[in-house]
């Protein structure tokens, strides 16, 4: 008996315990200031000159309850949350549904966030599940069913969540997807758009059309269940035939979305910026975007992929002197795909890799007319280890070449062998040295650029020689206010001078013979084909795996990355690597297109000597060029002695 009244009384403790908590959160939540719903979740982006390229939710397409379609409310709280009118942020039941259906599968998929708890998630510029960010989460829920009634909660969530194709609020979407107002959605189109926040890409009906209907066919079918709508009405809105706008206003550019997603990803690692919006009231973004560059990037890619199918595109463009990040484009179509394939996407980088290998071997000792022989060969490695490397197409010279050669039919024997005569670890060393952050293992095929790297990483080390061996990372944001005004971070820029100049000189000279016709030899200089579509001269490589295609180049006031392949790495012997080239020369002259000729002084120290680019001889010249040296390392009048 003693023991039941004991249980009975810690039952009674806990019970009045939770009442007290719940009665003290809620008198703490009364007195706390009311967050301004329509501005705490707002990020608004500008360009370089100002001016707004992004905003997750825009005051002026801010609409009234009574102003969105009935269809369309009954269809969000049918589908996302059906006790919403009912309950106090929480759905208990739910949630113990919820858990249970989790215990039982083992999966923990289920879903039991009430429209008010995806608000206040929204609030938030990460998606961590931190013990400490879900109580944070659910103190502010029930902050916001104190503060704000049942219909000013929907009104604020229905104004803010994504609706896919940059479309944040439901008069946006309206007006993207079926060109009218919210209050005029009819059950069809209002069931269709109600499915899309599940995923914005892929019930986005535009694109994909199928996965619309099914999530439409859900909306419906929960709308029917809660006796929103009968089932003919149902059946009748399911099969209509529709007609989708698709279009924004003028000045959207698609392909900026890429941009914001890297945008928000620079932000979410800044340590100045609170990760909920709630504690600045919403955020304005300073940006290096390039409104200008932006878009005519996104005309170039869309005029050279108008007919490659599933074919995929990552690029980008740098200013070597800030590192600052001016123009990206992530993907073919951002609509169909967000995945961003400049910042997340590792890649092997293949040829483009060899521009640090020779930059190491320059400043170990080989010139640019040392001479390797090139011809089909099988390297052992130790442990009964074979490395037989080939050249592009199975072409070989079977002769000494030099290195200017070698770079510009990037011959893959020669770098091969001047990596082993460095020692595997020189390269690698070099590649963090210029500011590669990737782990990279000392393997004999990391000269061929097996490395696989995102994008924006392996830039790093290519800006470095872009920016004469000085250092500097890369940035999308200038700075973050918040709508005050107040500076809450500004970029701070480092720079480190971590390259010998003069090699630096003598590698980009050499990196423009890729487009040189002097070096017609067993093969075409790599870039050949794309010289008339650039003036300015710049230092380039391309670079072919088995999946990837490559074009990276530079002069002293643009990077330029192009990269080509297929999101499941397929094979891509059947693609035109013409395509990447035409993207990466139309891409950096345009950048380039009013601004100066521009190439980088030579240092002191550096001198130069007409040489037989072919083999290197300075007395048959024959076929001659200016190649440069540090003083001392120039040529004699005899052949480089060959090295094998």
Request: no cysteine; charged share 25%; hydrophobic share 35%.
């Amino acid at each position: 008996m003693k023991k039941i009244i004991l249980i009975y009384k810690i039952i009674a403790f806990i019970f009045i315990s939770l009442i007290l908590l719940l009665l003290g959160l809620y008198l703490y939540a009364l007195i706390t200031p009311k967050m301004n719903i329509k501005n705490t979740n707002r990020i608004v982006m500008l360009d370089n000159k100002g001016e707004t390229f992004y905003q997750n939710t825009a005051t002026n397409s801010w609409v009234n309850l009574q102003d969105i379609s009935e269809h369309a409310i009954n269809g969000i709280v049918a589908t996302e949350d059906k006790n919403f009118w009912n309950h106090r942020g929480f759905d208990y039941l739910r949630i113990i549904k919820a858990l249970y259906m989790d215990i039982k599968s083992g999966d923990f998929e289920q879903g039991a966030s009430t429209i008010s708890q995806q608000y206040i998630k929204n609030l938030f510029l990460t998606f961590d599940k931190t013990w400490e960010r879900k109580i944070e989460e659910a103190y502010l829920t029930f902050e916001l069913e104190v503060h704000y009634s049942k219909e000013e909660i929907l009104e604020g969530y229905l104004n803010t969540i994504n609706y896919g194709a940059g479309n944040y609020g439901i008069e946006e979407a309206s007006m993207y997807y079926f060109n009218k107002h919210a209050r005029d959605l009819t059950l069809s189109e209002a069931s269709i758009i109600v499915g899309i926040p599940k995923n914005p890409t892929y019930y986005n009906p535009i694109y994909y059309f199928e996965n619309a209907k099914e999530r439409q066919a859900v909306v419906l079918d929960a709308m029917v269940s809660n006796e929103y709508i009968t089932e003919d009405e149902a059946s009748e809105a399911y099969n209509t035939d529709l007609e989708f706008y698709g279009k924004k206003q003028n000045n959207y550019i698609v392909s900026a979305e890429y941009y914001k997603d890297a945008v928000m990803e620079e932000l979410n690692s800044i340590k100045e910026i609170p990760k909920s919006l709630i504690e600045t009231g919403g955020l304005i973004v300073y940006t290096h975007l390039n409104s200008n560059t932006q878009e005519g990037l996104e005309k170039i890619v869309s005029e050279e992929m108008d007919r490659t199918d599933d074919l995929q595109v990552g690029v980008m463009i740098r200013d070597p002197k800030t590192g600052n990040v001016v123009a990206l484009i992530g993907g073919k179509n951002y609509n169909e795909s967000q995945f961003n394939r400049v910042t997340q996407a590792k890649r092997q980088v293949g040829s483009t890799f060899k521009p640090i290998l020779y930059y190491a071997a320059l400043e170990n000792g080989v010139t640019a007319s040392s001479t390797f022989t090139s011809e089909a060969t099988s390297f052992s490695l130790g442990n009964k280890e074979i490395y037989t490397p080939a050249n592009y197409g199975n072409r070989y010279p079977n002769k000494a070449i030099t290195m200017a050669e070698a770079i510009a039919l990037s011959d893959n024997i020669y770098a091969v062998k001047t990596h082993l005569f460095l020692g595997t670890n020189i390269l690698r060393d070099t590649a963090k040295r210029m500011g590669i952050n990737e782990a990279i293992e000392s393997t004999t095929s990391l000269a061929l650029g097996t490395q696989e790297l995102t994008m924006l990483d392996f830039s790093n080390a290519l800006n470095t020689l872009a920016n004469y061996g000085i250092k500097n990372d890369a940035h999308f944001i200038s700075k973050v206010t918040d709508l005050d005004g107040n500076i809450i971070y500004e970029e701070k820029y480092d720079e480190e001078t971590v390259l010998d100049k003069r090699y630096v000189y003598i590698l980009n000279d050499l990196m423009t013979k890729t487009y040189n016709y002097d070096y017609i030899d067993y093969a075409s200089p790599t870039l050949l084909s794309v010289k008339g579509l650039f003036e300015k001269k710049y230092a380039a490589k391309s670079g072919t795996t088995n999946t990837d295609y490559w074009v990276v180049g530079y002069n002293p006031e643009s990077l330029v990355l192009v990269w080509n392949g297929f999101d499941d790495n397929k094979n891509i012997d059947d693609v035109p690597n013409k395509i990447t080239k035409r993207i990466w020369a139309r891409a950096i002259e345009m950048y380039n297109e009013e601004k100066d000729e521009s190439w980088y002084d030579i240092p002191s120290g550096v001198t130069a000597s007409f040489v037989n680019p072919i083999n290197g001889s300075t007395t048959d010249l024959s076929i001659k060029d200016v190649l440069y040296y540090v003083r001392g390392s120039e040529p004699t009048y005899l052949p480089d002695k060959v090295i094998d």
